[in-house]
């Protein structure tokens, strides 16, 4: 599949309506936005508390604090809410962008738009259950690895080959944690389209359909996922400003990717 063109449709879509996007993708951007500010405000509190011990202690002072300020339960529990309604809101208008890809979106209502998930019942609660559903699999596979760690103590060889084969095994793990979380990518796309084709499938098998799909596709899957880094770096530049285009952006490419792997396997 060709990279290049992915993007460069993606682009013409962005293009070509552009403020609909902005403004679709516009409370996803804000809510990031304040997870950010409110994440790096509880690190430079703590941070600076470390700073002031360091002089206290350069100083001789007696004074110095032996814990770093803690940010109260609420204050986490606010990023984690803030946290989970983005990442619904954003579940809901990957669809739009899909949607889009395939000329099925009129480019109107885009603040409507952006809030489809939690006005649409099956996918909201869908968009839920997969991710459950993906983080339950994965969370085997981990214990399957830890299993398989803990084995290695009992093995009659050298502490020192024990230590070895551990961290292969703990890396073989991560490596292989990543490439199934790679493969579960398109569960949701997937129990989208058997929804709209009245043929609804479960969350399970959702997941099972996106392993087939992306089989073989994978190398090139995450090159495309690579390819944003860039752009990524350009968010942090920005202070996020820039995500406003590059959420979008990157939806569009994904949807579109998505697509083309679909007809590819018609």
């Not at 508390?49 to 007696?62: E, H």
């Not at 996020?240 to 998505?258: C, E, H, K, Q, R």
Request: hydrophobic letters at 50%.
């Amino acid at each position: 599949m060709n990279r290049r063109q992915l993007k460069e449709e993606a682009k013409s879509v962005l293009n070509g309506h552009f403020k609909f996007f902005a403004l679709l993708f516009l409370p996803i951007v804000i809510l990031n936005i304040i997870v950010n500010i409110m994440s790096n405000s509880q690190s430079a509190q703590q941070f600076q508390q470390s700073m002031t011990n360091l002089q206290n202690i350069y100083k001789g002072a007696s004074d110095v604090s032996s814990t770093t300020p803690t940010p109260s339960l609420s204050f986490n529990f606010g990023i984690l809410i803030i946290s989970i309604v983005a990442g619904l809101l954003a579940c809901g208008v990957l669809l739009v962008t899909l949607n889009s890809i395939r000329g099925q979106n009129n480019y109107k209502e885009p603040f409507v738009k952006s809030t489809f998930i939690i006005s649409k019942a099956r996918y909201f609660w869908g968009s839920i259950l997969i991710f459950l559903a993906k983080f339950v699999l994965l969370f085997l596979w981990g214990i399957i690895f830890t299993i398989i760690g803990v084995a290695v103590a009992f093995l009659p060889i050298n502490p020192s080959d024990k230590v070895s084969i551990d961290i292969v095994v703990f890396f073989a793990g991560l490596i292989v944690m990543f490439i199934k979380n790679l493969s579960y990518s398109q569960a949701f796309f997937i129990y989208y389209d058997s929804i709209i084709n009245n043929d609804r499938v479960g969350y399970f098998e959702s997941i099972t359909k996106s392993r087939e799909l992306l089989k073989g596709h994978l190398g090139e899957y995450f090159v495309l996922q690579l390819s944003f880094i860039g752009w990524l770096i350009l968010a942090h530049i920005t202070l996020g400003i820039a995500l406003i285009w590059i959420y979008p952006y990157y939806d569009l490419t994904m949807s579109n990717y998505y697509d083309h792997l679909l007809n590819l396997n018609q």
